[in-house]
């Protein structure tokens, strides 16, 4: 739709208060032949019922758990159907019903959003959110070809069979707009690569130079191979509580507010509309940037975000972004990803992206950092996972233990390395509220999510 | 038949062994796979088939109560604004370029030689950008450019069109 009905713009009410108290993932890597999937999922489930501190021990939360929700991207990579079931039996959770969720990328935010709604409804008030992916079955090449099935099948996959060549028209036209370089690209893949050598579980850590970044091997002009998050192989999970329940197994629960907003799956299907404003931005504001790029969303924007954004903080109460939020994780599978959600998520008025990484804000010591956990393009997007990890990234963050899960010498020999000698924190001081955007197809499917302290 | 349902029987392997692929730290099998799906175009048959006779055929919602009566390209049979059917419509074979990428690193079973330049086009009169690739030449955005059509020969695919500069 490309105008609102009074309805459509409701603003998402929780029946009750919903928190999250813990979370676990695997290292991620490219090919994971030690374990089954069932295996890897455990190992996420156990480190989040074991390493959080939590007031209870394993099995009395496992005798609290009364409902499970479980992301994953598609049955193409798993090469089996109903994973869920065989998820759900290996943790030893039947008959407590689960349900599984495929939005895409989008999938791990989804699964979060229909924890949480569980929570929020009553139906459950201890709930396991898991999500996983194993991209490790078939060849790079191949893998390519089932992501861009993501794309239209009729009219798109085609045109690539690869998702860099759906987000790179993106950046093209993006750079044409708003005088985006590739310089600040590249910025953007050295930033998130380098936060991800302070994380044990990061599948491609690395301190690149601008140089190395922009001769990487092209993947789909402009986006070079160090500007694309790779396939990954792992599992992550989160565990979502009413108050009580909350309070009973944590000292320092987190609340959660999330929303989601959809968009067409082809871009080219975007038609033409009125800017969605979020708390911060005045009617008004953007009628000159709409006279010089009348097509908004079009090519350079994404109104799932938008919607999902404009949603959450009315839901969590949020005037100022980014004086507000302490960091942010978002959905930088691309680059040009990571760019085009500044504005929809307000860090930056629309057009005006770029200053979000140039200004600083978006580094460590900044106003609001970024992807401090690797992101995408550091650490993983073992698909059906990512959004659930994002969130334990931030869930860590607003806890004060990122030191706990990413400095602790027992992470790194998990993940078989060593930690390095010029490891450093990444820990935001005093953090008390973190975003996490999860983000499918070109803007198909966003969830904007936020984790606020809550004691 | 009927009668097999009271016979002892003994059964015997008819598979194809599994390769390993690799055997430490764990057995990991190689699994092949080989299929093909029946796809309908449904609704959208007169699109395919129009390409296949040098024409674009669109769909356009004529509903006088539509709130935001729109020419789609791609076609959809119905209209997302107001639920009606749409109507087909031919429309100009030409373009300009809206955004543009080259394709470099493909996925598995591309079926143009890479690099390749991928194209989204806009057309006069029609409310999407269209998709598709550039047989010859550089595009820049804003550059015109002309269909051609595969009416040799079809692919039956969206790739019986592409685009040269006009």
């Not at chain 1, 953007?188 to 690395?206: C, F, L, S, V």
């Not at chain 1, 955007?437 to 803007?443: M, P, T």
């Amino acid at each position: 739709m490309i105008t609102f009905g009074k309805g459509n713009l409701r603003i998402p009410k929780w029946s009750k208060r919903v928190f999250m108290v813990a979370g676990g993932c695997t290292p991620f890597r490219k090919y994971y032949p030690e374990y089954k999937l069932e295996e890897l999922v455990m190992m996420a489930y156990k480190m989040m019922l074991e390493e959080n501190n939590l007031k209870l021990s394993p099995l009395e939360i496992k005798d609290s758990i009364n409902f499970a929700v479980y992301g994953e991207f598609a049955d193409h990579f798993q090469d089996q159907l109903l994973c869920e079931a065989k998820i759900h039996d290996y943790l030893g959770l039947d008959p407590l019903y689960n349900v599984g969720i495929k939005t895409g990328g989008a999938t791990g935010g989804a699964s979060v959003l229909m924890g949480a709604q569980a929570i929020a409804s009553g139906y459950a008030n201890c709930c396991l959110v898991a999500g996983w992916e194993r991209m490790d079955e078939v060849d790079t090449r191949t893998g390519n070809f089932y992501i861009s099935t993501a794309a239209c099948k009729d009219f798109e996959t085609r045109m690539g069979r690869i998702y860099s060549s759906y987000y790179a028209p993106m950046a093209n036209r993006f750079a044409w707009a708003y005088d985006l370089n590739d310089s600040v690209r590249a910025k953007i893949a050295i930033k998130n690569r380098h936060y991800a050598t302070m994380n044990p579980n990061a599948q491609q850590p690395g301190d690149h130079t601008e140089e190395e970044v922009l001769k990487s091997r092209m993947s789909a002009y402009p986006l070079r191979f160090l500007e694309c998050c790779a396939m990954t192989a792992g599992a992550a999970s989160v565990l979502l509580c009413d108050e009580e329940m909350a309070y009973k197994l944590s000292d320092h629960p987190v609340e959660v507010f999330i929303a989601g907003g959809t968009h067409t799956l082809r871009v080219a299907d975007r038609r033409p509309m009125d800017i969605p404003l979020l708390p911060n931005e005045k009617p008004g504001m953007y009628k000159e940037f709409l006279a010089k790029n009348p097509r908004w969303p079009g090519f350079e924007s994404f109104l799932a975000a938008r919607f999902a954004a404009y949603l959450t903080y009315r839901m969590a109460g949020i005037q100022e972004p980014i004086e507000e939020l302490d960091l942010v994780e978002l959905h930088d599978a691309f680059t040009i990803s990571d760019v085009q959600t500044y504005g929809d998520i307000g860090l930056r008025p629309y057009g005006q992206e770029v200053d979000y990484v140039t200004s600083g804000d978006a580094y460590f010591g900044g106003k609001c950092p970024s992807n401090l956990s690797g992101g995408l393009l550091g650490t993983m997007h073992a698909v059906g996972a990512t959004g659930i990890w994002q969130s334990a990234e931030c869930l860590w963050q607003v806890q004060n233990k990122y030191d706990q899960f990413h400095g602790d010498a027992k992470w790194w020999k998990r993940a078989g390395k060593k930690k390095p000698k010029n490891w450093t924190s990444l820990q935001v001081k005093d953090a008390k509220q973190a975003l996490w955007v999860s983000h499918a197809g070109v803007g198909s499917h966003v969830t904007v999510g936020i984790l606020r302290k809550a004691w | 038949m009927a009668e097999n349902y009271e016979k002892a029987i003994k059964t015997k392997y008819i598979g194809k062994p599994l390769t390993l692929h690799d055997e430490k730290p764990a057995w990991v099998v190689d699994s092949p796979r080989a299929m093909s799906h029946i796809h309908t175009y449904g609704l959208l048959t007169p699109f395919f088939q129009g390409l296949t006779q040098g024409k674009l055929m669109a769909t356009k919602c004529t509903n006088p109560k539509c709130p935001h009566p729109s020419v789609w390209l791609p076609p959809r049979a119905d209209c997302p604004d107001c639920y009606e059917r749409m109507k087909w419509v031919k429309v100009p074979s030409q373009g300009t370029i809206y955004t543009f990428t080259l394709v470099d690193y493909a996925g598995i079973g591309v079926e143009m030689k890479t690099p390749y330049w991928q194209i989204d086009v806009a057309i006069k009169g029609v409310d999407t950008i269209f998709k598709g690739y550039l047989e010859s030449g550089k595009p820049e955005i804003g550059m015109k450019v002309k269909a051609k059509f595969r009416t040799e020969n079809p692919t039956h695919t969206i790739l019986d069109v592409c685009w040269v500069p006009a």
